[in-house]
């Protein structure tokens, strides 16, 4: 009797363990036949678009010639405004989509949640280096020293120059490597002109976070993100913004000043820069002098250029890893891919090999109007010149907070004194 | 009078309870989750929550399938008697309980604990019937573990270790007048589970200490009686005694008196006669004679109505083996018997010395040893002696005091010239050597 009963519950446990694992095996293999992406629709650089998912669905065809079993879906017409709620809607209901793009400022908090697969192993069963991509663009993916997301796509902010305007004054075309002190210097110049109409140096756009960026000052503690505004490096890159906002004495220098000819410099996006001098757009923003463009401004050694970056990664839950990397591989390193990525989405590719080649110059040259000036050796010193952005949790939210207060300060004028109080409530904030 | 059948039915509506606490708790995760969707809160609940969460459908039904699982473990195990005979099967069930106890609140992302009070009561009602269950060493053991077992069950301490998804998170995204009730109710039903828990406790240690007071009556009742047998028994066995000894006085009388008084007064004429007639005296005598002939007869026949009747009518060896086998008979002691004398032919005192010493050792065995197996080797070591061991396999002695059964066994053995010697260590040794023919005393 004792017997039989041990031998029918073994008998039991072993049947629903094997069919268990049978189980598993079959949705194995039906999750490894689907892929799926999350995506939004516009471009990531708020630059019109028209064609929506023409890099995706070319992505997709070259990945179907490999993997013909392998379907991929995507959920269209989410607007990159909703994406992050989307996306956390489907986080919370656990259907995560296997590959998601994600955007510069949403990496760190959903990293932080262990939103990511790591990469690292993958990179190496590949033989993937970091050196196939940009540094401050592969950096950007990285979060408490893993690899968690690949660069797709970078807009690396350029100074553009009012060409005919520094000609006027009889100013040389800044170098490349220009400090940020020649900066205020010509800014200085341009504002003081005794001339009937007012001129301005610079638009209000190169903030304060440009300065900090050109003195190589590190804000953020690594470690526990506290906020350092004191050292040596910030005191003087706040000073510097200090001069510019004391010398044009309004923060109305805005980007239609710009276009209307009464501003030297202005900082913008390189997609920005692509799209407003090539047809069409150069057309209706009907500017009567000539553009030019060079590096943001820095020390020297100091990388001082600010990137955005968009990246894709693998969601911790996706159901079909193997089919993720694969096409995310496909997406990040094929070089047809990144070149269709910049021609279309009119920022810049991540890998060097893409932007140094001649097809580069081809794609930044199409439909641009007059101005020859950015050439992929200019490119792609700009690229390697991105400065990195500190990664933790509330790097958004103290950013913002840090960013209201000393805007205050610098409109109220008292930006040097209200620089430690300012410090000291942020870092409270942050304990608290 | 608490009943058995009152403990059953408060473990089965805790065993209730525990599935509505289990079905709220899921249901909670389902509804926050959907709350904060259909509010399109999704990004700041994920902001607060510091890490991804899993499927709340996902934690429904790996919470309810588990439950499920071990409700039926459970059921099956109370309505299976095989579990309650076997100890080991029925602890072992009670360890596949407390594992499918563990998934079920790993399934609801432990935040509720209350399942492993059902375990407890489910073990403690299983074992009720354990004799060491009722060692407090093992009672101590199992309150430590249930307590350490609660306190790290504790979400706000087991968070601190692993990423968990705090219910009152999910909770804080409903809207203020219905967040705080629900949580309210979770408490409540928590609260509930543990009266019951306690409830159960103190029925159970009510009834367990009735039981224990009935069996102290009946126990009480029963030594009373045996008192009685006893002494019962030792009366009867002093009217035996008193009857053996009367009759043993009257066989005196009657054949050594008789021949004694007719030996006394031919004596008295033989002296009277000497002097006078040689002749007549000497026919006096054969008289005498004769009559101390008659009188040892006499006296033979009655020592003869003493001995075991056993012995009678077989010999030794046979005697020996039917007494033996009347003792396996009649008790439940296993009796190891050779016999290597041969066909030694013993005096009848001797006999019956042999057959005293094996019936009272066995008697001896069986009463202080509790044996359950006695071994007897009869051998003959050399010429000159017979040797006797028996041996139990019972609780021995340490120190052996010489009561009445010792002692006749010596008094026995130096009747005849042997030896007796006794052994206590591993159960009981006496071994008795018995001179061979010719050194006999008659």
């Known amino acids: 009797m004792k017997r039989k009963n041990k031998i029918i519950i073994i008998l039991v446990t072993l049947i629903l363990v094997i069919s268990g694992a049978f189980y598993w095996q079959y949705r194995v293999k039906e999750n490894e036949k689907t892929l799926t992406i999350g995506l939004y629709t516009s471009s990531s650089w708020n630059v019109p678009n028209g064609h929506q998912y023409k890099v995706i669905d070319y992505a997709i065809r070259k990945f179907k010639q490999e993997h013909p079993n392998i379907k991929i879906k995507y959920e269209s017409g989410i607007q990159q405004d909703d994406y992050r709620n989307w996306l956390s809607e489907k986080i919370i209901e656990n259907k995560t989509p296997d590959l998601i793009i994600v955007p510069n400022r949403d990496f760190n908090a959903l990293a932080s949640e262990g939103a990511f697969k790591n990469l690292s192993s993958f990179m190496w069963q590949d033989n993937i280096k970091n050196s196939t ?300 | 009078m608490p009943k058995f059948k009152v403990l059953i039915s408060l473990r089965r509506t805790m065993l209730w309870l525990n599935f509505f606490a289990i079905l709220f708790n899921a249901t909670l995760f389902i509804y926050a989750t959907d709350y904060v969707i259909k509010t399109s809160q999704s990004y700041q609940f994920l902001e607060s929550l510091h890490h991804i969460p899993d499927s709340p459908r996902a934690i429904f039904g790996e919470s309810i399938i588990s439950f499920s699982i071990l409700a039926v473990v459970m059921s099956f195990h109370h309505h299976y008697s095989a579990f309650k005979q076997d100890t080991e099967l029925n602890n072992t069930i009670i360890f596949v309980e407390f594992i499918l106890a563990i998934f079920v609140f790993l399934s609801l992302r432990l935040t509720y604990n209350g399942i492993f009070l059902l375990i407890f009561v489910d073990f403690i009602i299983s074992n009720r019937n354990q004799y060491d269950f009722r060692d407090y060493l093992v009672w101590m053991m199992v309150v430590v573990f249930l307590l350490f077992l609660l306190v790290i069950t504790d979400y706000s301490i087991l968070s601190h270790f692993m990423t968990l998804p705090d219910l009152t998170i999910y909770l804080n995204f409903l809207p203020s007048n219905i967040g705080p009730k629900l949580l309210v109710w979770k408490n409540f039903i928590t609260i509930l589970n543990l009266t019951l828990f306690i409830l159960i406790l103190i029925y159970f240690a009510i009834y367990q200490l009735n039981q224990e007071n009935d069996i102290q009556n009946k126990l009480a009742l029963a030594s009373k009686a045996n008192y009685e047998l006893k002494n019962y028994a030792a009366l009867s066995e002093y009217i035996a005694k008193d009857r053996e000894r009367k009759r043993i006085a009257r066989d005196i009388h009657d054949s050594v008196g008789h021949a004694l008084t007719g030996i006394a007064a031919g004596i008295d004429a033989t002296l009277v006669l000497i002097d006078v007639d040689k002749d007549a005296t000497k026919k006096q005598l054969v008289k005498i004679q004769t009559a101390v002939k008659e009188g040892i007869k006499d006296v033979r026949k009655a020592l003869n109505r003493i001995r075991p009747g056993a012995l009678n009518n077989y010999t030794l060896q046979e005697s020996l083996k039917k007494m033996l086998k009347e003792y396996a008979d009649i008790s439940r002691i296993k009796i190891d018997f050779s016999y290597h004398w041969g066909s030694a032919d013993f005096e009848k005192t001797t006999e019956d010395v042999v057959f005293r010493i094996i019936e009272e050792a066995i008697t001896n065995s069986l009463r202080h040893g509790h044996a359950n197996q006695v071994s007897i080797a009869c051998t003959k070591p050399d010429q000159k002696t017979y040797q006797m061991v028996i041996k139990d396999n019972g609780t021995g002695a340490q120190k052996i005091v010489p009561g009445y059964g010792i002692t006749q066994m010596k008094e026995r053995v130096a009747i005849i010239n042997g030896k007796i010697s006794f052994d206590g260590q591993n159960g009981f040794t006496i071994v008795v050597d018995i001179p061979a023919e010719g050194d006999m005393y008659d």
């Open chain 1, 133 to 432: 991509f940009y540094a401050s663009t592969l950096k950007a993916g990285q979060y408490g020293g893993q690899q968690l997301a690949l660069p797709y796509e970078a807009n690396p902010t350029l100074m553009v120059m009012n060409k005919t305007l520094l000609q006027k004054f009889k100013i040389k075309t800044p170098s490349y490597d220009w400090t940020p002190q020649q900066f205020y210097k010509l800014c200085h110049q341009v504002t003081y002109s005794n001339t009937k109409k007012k001129y301005y140096g610079v638009t209000m756009n190169y903030n304060w976070q440009d300065a900090q960026f050109a003195y190589g000052a590190q804000i953020f503690n690594k470690n526990d993100g506290n906020v350092e505004l004191t050292s040596d490096r910030s005191r003087r890159a706040f000073a510097l913004i200090e001069n510019i906002v004391n010398d044009q004495s309004t923060f109305n220098v805005t980007s239609q000043l710009f276009d209307k000819g009464r501003v030297a410099f202005m900082p913008l996006g390189l997609a920005q820069y692509r799209t407003y001098t090539s047809y069409p757009f150069h057309i209706t923003r009907n500017n009567k002098f000539l553009w030019k463009c060079t590096k943001m401004p820095g020390m020297e050694g100091i990388k001082a250029t600010p990137i955005e970056t968009t990246m894709f990664a693998i969601s911790s839950k996706a159901k079909n890893t193997k089919g993720a990397w694969e096409f995310m591989k496909l997406l990040c390193t094929n070089k047809k891919v990144q070149r269709e990525v910049m021609k279309t989405n009119m920022g810049c590719s991540v890998l060097p090999a893409v932007v140094k080649s001649t097809q580069a110059q081809k794609i930044l040259d199409e439909k641009v109007i007059n101005f020859h000036n950015l050439t992929i050796k200019k490119l792609d010193l700009i690229m390697k010149d991105g400065a990195v952005l500190p990664k933790f949790k509330d790097y958004n939210d103290n950013l913002e907070k840090l960013d209201y207060k000393i805007q205050n300060a610098l409109k109220a004028g008292n930006l040097e004194t209200q620089l430690f109080n300012i410090q000291l409530q942020v870092n409270q904030s942050e304990t608290n």
